[in-house]
């Protein structure tokens, strides 16, 4: 596949990750995933990222122990540096 092709169908499936698809959209990016690896593969890692961030109750899981109690003020420390 082209690279513009492949630049178009990430597009495609961001909004597919977002549930914003149109029925149009989804059977377009269907047909370029049937063809394309590295767009089959992107995608793979990107549900498995998303995966592996939600738990089995929909709650954001950013560590094993959680985010450190000083995180939000280090990073408004850095911010304002």
């Known amino acids: 596949m082209t ?3 492949c630049a178009r169908t990430g ?3 961001q909004l597919y990750l977002d549930d914003q698809l149109s029925h149009a959209q989804a ?3 269907q047909r370029h995933l049937g063809g394309c690896a590295a767009c089959r593969e992107e995608l793979s ?3 498995n990222v998303r995966h592996a961030m939600i738990e ?3 709650e954001l899981d950013l560590a094993p122990g959680g985010a450190p109690e000083d ?3 280090a990073i408004m420390r850095r911010i304002a540096a």
Do not use: M, P, Y
């Open 45 to 47: 890692a990107l549900l």
């Open 3 to 5: 690279r513009t092709r």
């Open 56 to 58: 089995t109750d929909g």
């Open 71 to 73: 995180l939000a003020d």
């Open 11 to 13: 597009k495609l499936i």
């Open 27 to 29: 059977q377009q990016l």
